[in-house]
């Protein structure tokens, strides 16, 4: 099997993780528990062995969901979860990273898990109203105490890393990173091979559009996380995009690959230590995506691909301005 390692951390997992995420929100509809549950064992069947999740999705949902499917296989995978956020009665009432905000959370993860350690917890969103020192030291305290095995951030600023990695050293960074979403390639990227940290880039397939499925007049309901975004609800933005996921298409058909096995092998070739976790709710799916892993294109192929993403102009933002607001701080 293909796998990586995180940085310097000596985590280990598959070259590409699985997003739970979409089993129980953002992405309609959802499997019935039993079907998702079935599901992600098959998973580890597979070989899959990173598993993505977070105490936000859903409301705490996802993480019993995970838990209870992964249970019986504990001691085959790694767990990311995340925390962050001030959750009461069912709502999440905003960002919340307080040494006792994250104890309770902590907790709460294990419990729902159904394990003893979590082996990857990142904070979901930096909380400008605590300094990420604190939180570091908290982590510290966390692993001394064998709650948690390593830690990471989400959507975090070049700064933010800096201050957290010297305070305990930070094992993986998570953020959007893909064909349509280079960003991360001015500052994330050198700063974390610099500092030997891993990248766990989410929505790798554009959030499904790198894949060609959907469609310039396609309508999102208003449940599905691409309602809000400016890339997908503006006419407009989907209809120029459309150019990139064709030009993908086209490649990936003289190749004889699918469009996600493209996108995703192009994200494993830029650096060692990247694990993209792509969302999927099918067998199919999530086969055609670990077997990303083991395409093999020549430099001439590589070079013919990055030109064809370099002459394509990406239009609209990948997130409503509220959400913007809470990245790179």
């Not at 994330?188 to 499925?213: A, D, H, M, Q, R």
């Amino acid at each position: 099997m293909k796998h990586r390692t995180l940085g310097n951390s000596g985590l280990e997992v598959f070259a590409v993780g699985l997003g739970c995420m979409g089993l129980s929100q953002s992405y309609p509809p959802f499997p019935d528990k039993k079907e998702a549950v079935s599901f992600l064992r098959r998973a580890v069947e597979m070989g899959e062995d990173f598993f993505d999740t977070s105490e936000l999705y859903g409301i705490y949902a996802n993480e019993e969901l995970v838990g209870e499917a992964l249970e019986p296989v504990r001691d085959l995978v790694v767990l990311a979860t995340k925390f962050g956020w001030n959750i009461k009665d069912g709502r999440c009432l905003g960002l919340d990273s307080h040494p006792e905000t994250i104890r309770r959370a902590v907790e709460g993860s294990l419990t729902r898990l159904r394990t003893d350690h979590i082996d990857l917890y990142y904070q979901h969103r930096v909380d400008p109203d605590v300094p990420i020192e604190e939180v570091a030291g908290t982590m510290k305290e966390l692993a001394e105490e064998g709650k948690i095995l390593h830690w990471g951030l989400s959507e975090p600023g070049v700064e933010t890393i800096r201050r957290a990695h010297r305070e305990f050293p930070v094992t993986a960074v998570q953020s959007e990173y893909s064909m349509w979403y280079r960003e991360p390639e001015k500052e994330l990227i050198p700063t974390l091979e610099e500092l030997g940290i891993g990248f766990v880039p989410f929505s790798p397939l554009g959030k499904g559009f790198l894949t060609g499925t959907v469609k310039k007049n396609q309508i999102f309901a208003d449940n599905d996380i691409r309602h809000t975004i400016p890339r997908f609800n503006d006419p407009g933005n989907m209809d120029k995009n459309q150019t990139i996921a064709d030009k993908i298409k086209e490649f990936a058909e003289a190749h004889e690959l699918s469009p996600a096995q493209v996108a995703l092998s192009w994200l494993l070739h830029r650096k060692p230590w990247i694990v993209p976790i792509p969302g999927t709710k099918t067998e199919d799916r999530l086969q055609e995506n670990m077997s990303a892993a083991y395409v093999k294109l020549k430099s001439e192929d590589w070079k013919e691909l990055e030109d064809i993403l370099d002459q394509t102009k990406i239009y609209g933002a990948r997130y409503s301005e509220s959400m913007l607001k809470m990245t790179g701080r």
